[in-house]
Structures are given as C-alpha cells and as structure tokens.
C-alpha cells in the first residue's frame, strides 16, 4: 500500500469515523443517514468495517457493541480511481441506490475530503460533476493542508472554487472544534472582569504552545515536506492567537466572527528571522533522533520544533509579543495559552510573581488564573496562589464532544463559524510564507536548526528566546498544584 493511502486510511479509520459514530450514538445524525466510504484501496465489506470501527472506544460496552452493529449497517464503502470519472460514476450509481429509499424529493450529500494533497483537486472535480446532488444541499469538507505557501494556497483556492461555491465549502481546522478554544469567545466577551484587561496595558506577552511527547517515528518522509510550521503553527496555533486577539463581534454569526478574525490577521507583519528560534530533536533517552528515521533525508534541515513571535499592529495589542511554539519529542503533551499580565505598580510590593491566564486546551481541559494572596499566618507577604477551573472537576458528568464531532455536526447543519474562509486562509499564508521560503533557502543559505534532545523542553536557547519578550518567570518557583489530572 502506498504510503499516501495509509495516510488518508489512518485519517479516516482514527479520526472520522469514530467522530461519526459519536454522533451517531448521541443521536446528531440526520434520520435516515447513510455514510459511504470512497478510497483506492480495494476490501470487502468485512475488512472495510473492521478498519472503520477499531478505534471506536468502549467497543467492550456491551451497549457501545450494540451501538458499533447499528452503525455498520449505515456504512457502505466503494473503491475507485481519485481521476478517473468512471469511479465517480460507480460511486454516483451506489449512492442513487441508498437514496431511491427516501421518502421525499430532497436529496442532501456530504463530501468529507480527508485525502493527500496530490489528488485534492481531481477529487474535488469529479465530485462535482459526477456525484452532485440536483435536488439537495451540497457541502464539501477540506482537510488541511491547505497549500504549502501563498502562491500554492492561493492556486489551489481559484482551482477549487472553479467546482464549488464559498458557502458550500468547510475547510476544517480540528482545533476550531475544540471546547477549550470554543470556549474563549465566551470567557473574553461575557466577562467584564477578564474583558476588561485584555489589550496593551496590562498585558505583558501571551504564548501559546503547542508540545508532543513523539516523534516521526517512522512518518517522517511526509512530515520532512511540511514541517512542523505549517503542520502546526500556521494553521492551529495561529487560530487560537486569532480567538485570543480578535475583537468583540456584533454577532456569534459565523460571517461576524470570521470577519474580526481576518481583521486582526490582516494586521500581523510577515514573520522575521530575527523573531524565530528553530530546533531538530536528536537521540536521547533511548529513543532516535530525526535523522535516524529512514524515511527522513540523511542531511534535512526541516524543524521539529519553532518558537515564532509574532507583532499586532493594532490599537489593541501594538507592542505585545505573541509567541508561538510547537514541537515534537518534548517532555510533555501540551496545548495550552499563557497570558502574562505587566508587573504591579513598585512601592509596597516588590519582586512578586506577575499574574497569568492559562488555557489548557489538551489534555485535561483547564482554565486557570494565577494571582498573588496573603501568606496565612502572622506575617503579611505575598504568595502565588490559583483560581482554578479544571474541567474534570468542575463538569464531572458533562462529556466533553471531540473536535471533529463538533466540526462535522456544524457542517451538518451549514454553520460555518469555526471553519476558515479563504481570505483568512490567504493572509494566514501572507504571515508565514516568508519565514518558510528563509528556512528553505529560497533567499539565502538554509538556517540551521538547534539541536535537542528527545524528551527534553526543547532547544536549550528557548529560555533567552521567550525572555527577550519580556517573560518573567515566578520567583516562586511557582507550579500549576493540578498540572496532571488524568486521574480525577
């Protein structure tokens, strides 16, 4: 099996499916509802359900068992060419089979484009003209990556829009389904209290993280063409700064929201080299370096890790760094936001920790506010202490929806809010095209990533990078009491 079939099987069989089935479980799908699957690969029923379902979680519930059984009797599959329009045709005769079952004259197909980028387009045509529906709604999910610079984007936006319309096109980016970024519209404009300090006064820095425990591990050939910029920071990261720095809209409509969103991009510089740290994990801790993976260039300089700050030039944030880091090989799994508030005016107080805001977006969803209390006792001195919103505690019986069911359900129902539109895209691409043509040499000699080692917090000139932007550390030696709440 080719090495991009396993990556659109791997996409589909981890992720889709079992968020289809989620929201089959709770009862969000339409009544009558029936999902084809679509790929080269040739199986049978019995395979293609086995592939579908294993990593369905609770399948040893006897009830979820129950459920998995329902769901396989909805799900069809269909094996076909992605550029031969006799495949779609194919797909096209089994899809008006299932339909000529419905009752009523309206017929509503979606289109979940999980697929490698070297065929996106031909799929993406031949739908259109062989599978599109003539008396329903018609919508198409785009699975990143969306291009891999400006021209690149913006070449693939004119070809796609030759076959569907804006409106009819989702393009998913699963961080925008998340709660904990859902979330922060919330917690920004429906809180005078936390509204109110956030811009250029109080605000020191805000970075926003993104850590993996692993590495490639035997993937790298397909990471070694992105990177980790574009597989992360261009698109995930930069949505949550996007969330974070946008203005109030006057609407939670999807069109107001995605209009603050482009605003504030639209006034973000392109990336500097002098404001980019890079980084290449290396063996350590028994485990092998980037270069050691076989599917990896002996000689790549591709990045696992960036640290990049980027400037908003706005009355809101003008002189605040945001900082963006991603990483693989890290000590940690971590997604989280830190907003770091100025220092206290200087006179009775003296050397006490700043204030933060922390977002834990994943794993062990948290919001936390890091504040500065009287020590208990006889003596009057300062000690940081938390206001803590840890989710597993506060919502102990709430299931908390994965990403991609939220994503699919709002493209269900035509939401477009937490899906980018292409102007976003296309000044997204604006930022960060430049910093990516640098790292490839396209201007000049390629940078050199730093060395660190696996398992560790990242290159070790990362401490003098995020100081220079006016970070200050807890004199304290203060940490998070809930840092790790797996086991609540």
Same mark, same amino acid.
């Given at each position: 099996m080719s090495h991009e079939n396993q990556v659109e099987l791997k996409q589909n069989t981890l992720i889709t499916f079992p968020a289809l089935f989620g929201l089959y479980r709770d009862n969000f799908l339409p009544k009558d509802v029936r999902i084809v699957g679509y790929a080269r690969t040739k199986m049978d029923s019995v395979e293609f359900h086995k592939r579908a379902t294993q990593y369905i979680k609770g399948s040893d519930n006897e009830e979820t068992a129950a459920k998995i059984e329902e769901f396989k009797k909805i799900s069809t599959y269909v094996s076909g060419s992605y550029e031969d329009a006799e495949s779609f045709q194919t797909l096209e005769k089994h899809l008006r089979e299932i339909e000529s079952a419905y009752k009523g004259s309206e017929r509503h197909r979606i289109f979940y484009l999980a697929l490698p980028p070297s065929v996106f387009i031909p799929v993406a045509a031949n739908v259109k003209q062989n599978n599109y529906s003539t008396d329903g709604v018609n919508r198409i999910i785009v699975e990143k990556p969306f291009g891999k610079d400006l021209p690149s984007s913006r070449e693939l936006l004119s070809a796609l829009k030759q076959h569907w319309s804006e409106d009819e096109t989702f393009r998913i980016d699963h961080y925008l389904g998340k709660e904990m970024v859902k979330n922060i519209l919330v917690l920004r404009f429906a809180n005078v209290a936390l509204s109110a300090p956030w811009d250029k006064n109080s605000v020191s820095n805000v970075q926003i993280t993104f850590k993996e425990p692993f590495g490639t591990e035997g993937r790298g050939g397909y990471f070694d063409e992105f990177g980790i910029i574009r597989d992360i920071l261009q698109n995930h990261l930069l949505q949550v700064l996007s969330i974070i720095a946008m203005e109030r809209p006057v609407s939670f409509a999807a069109e107001d929201i995605r209009d603050e969103k482009v605003k504030v991009l639209r006034a973000i510089?392109?990336?500097?080299?002098?404001? $980019? !740290?890079?980084?290449?994990?290396?063996? &350590?801790?028994?485990?092998?370096?980037?270069?050691?993976?076989? $599917?990896?260039?002996?000689?790549? /300089?591709?990045? /696992?890790?960036?640290? /990049? /700050?980027?400037?908003?030039?706005?009355?809101?944030?003008?002189?605040?760094?945001?900082?963006?880091?991603?990483?693989?090989? !890290?000590?940690? &799994?971590k997604v989280e936001v830190r907003i770091q508030f100025k220092d206290v005016t200087q006179g009775i107080f003296k050397d006490i920790s700043r204030n933060e805001l922390v977002i834990r977006i994943q794993p062990s969803e948290a919001i936390y506010l890091k504040l500065n209390t009287k020590t208990p006792g006889l003596y009057t001195r300062a000690l940081p202490a938390e206001m803590d919103l840890t989710y597993k505690r506060r919502f102990a019986e709430v299931k908390i929806p994965e990403a991609y069911e939220a994503l699919i359900l709002d493209a269900i129902q035509g939401d477009h809010s937490n899906f980018v539109r292409d102007d976003e895209l296309d000044v997204a691409w604006k930022i960060f095209t430049p910093i990516l043509h640098w790292i490839e040499g396209r201007s000049g000699p390629r940078p050199i990533p730093l060395k660190y080692p696996y398992g560790s917090r990242g290159p070790k000139e990362l401490g003098a990078f995020i100081d220079k932007y006016g970070f200050k550390r807890s004199t304290e030696g203060y940490m998070w009491p809930v840092t790790n709440v797996s086991n609540l």
């Amino acid at each position: 099996m080719s090495h991009e079939n396993q990556v659109e099987l791997k996409q589909n069989t981890l992720i889709t499916f079992p968020a289809l089935f989620g929201l089959y479980r709770d009862n969000f799908l339409p009544k009558d509802v029936r999902i084809v699957g679509y790929a080269r690969t040739k199986m049978d029923s019995v395979e293609f359900h086995k592939r579908a379902t294993q990593y369905i979680k609770g399948s040893d519930n006897e009830e979820t068992a129950a459920k998995i059984e329902e769901f396989k009797k909805i799900s069809t599959y269909v094996s076909g060419s992605y550029e031969d329009a006799e495949s779609f045709q194919t797909l096209e005769k089994h899809l008006r089979e299932i339909e000529s079952a419905y009752k009523g004259s309206e017929r509503h197909r979606i289109f979940y484009l999980a697929l490698p980028p070297s065929v996106f387009i031909p799929v993406a045509a031949n739908v259109k003209q062989n599978n599109y529906s003539t008396d329903g709604v018609n919508r198409i999910i785009v699975e990143k990556p969306f291009g891999k610079d400006l021209p690149s984007s913006r070449e693939l936006l004119s070809a796609l829009k030759q076959h569907w319309s804006e409106d009819e096109t989702f393009r998913i980016d699963h961080y925008l389904g998340k709660e904990m970024v859902k979330n922060i519209l919330v917690l920004r404009f429906a809180n005078v209290a936390l509204s109110a300090p956030w811009d250029k006064n109080s605000v020191s820095n805000v970075q926003i993280t993104f850590k993996e425990p692993f590495g490639t591990e035997g993937r790298g050939g397909y990471f070694d063409e992105f990177g980790i910029i574009r597989d992360i920071l261009q698109n995930h990261l930069l949505q949550v700064l996007s969330i974070i720095a946008m203005e109030r809209p006057v609407s939670f409509a999807a069109e107001d929201i995605r209009d603050e969103k482009v605003k504030v991009l639209r006034a973000i510089p392109p990336i500097e080299p002098s404001d $980019t !740290l890079l980084g290449q994990y290396v063996a &350590a801790n028994g485990k092998p370096g980037y270069l050691d993976d076989d $599917t990896v260039p002996h000689n790549s /300089t591709c990045p /696992t890790f960036a640290a /990049t /700050t980027l400037w908003i030039n706005n009355p809101r944030w003008e002189g605040v760094p945001f900082v963006l880091k991603a990483g693989k090989a !890290l000590n940690e &799994a971590k997604v989280e936001v830190r907003i770091q508030f100025k220092d206290v005016t200087q006179g009775i107080f003296k050397d006490i920790s700043r204030n933060e805001l922390v977002i834990r977006i994943q794993p062990s969803e948290a919001i936390y506010l890091k504040l500065n209390t009287k020590t208990p006792g006889l003596y009057t001195r300062a000690l940081p202490a938390e206001m803590d919103l840890t989710y597993k505690r506060r919502f102990a019986e709430v299931k908390i929806p994965e990403a991609y069911e939220a994503l699919i359900l709002d493209a269900i129902q035509g939401d477009h809010s937490n899906f980018v539109r292409d102007d976003e895209l296309d000044v997204a691409w604006k930022i960060f095209t430049p910093i990516l043509h640098w790292i490839e040499g396209r201007s000049g000699p390629r940078p050199i990533p730093l060395k660190y080692p696996y398992g560790s917090r990242g290159p070790k000139e990362l401490g003098a990078f995020i100081d220079k932007y006016g970070f200050k550390r807890s004199t304290e030696g203060y940490m998070w009491p809930v840092t790790n709440v797996s086991n609540l």
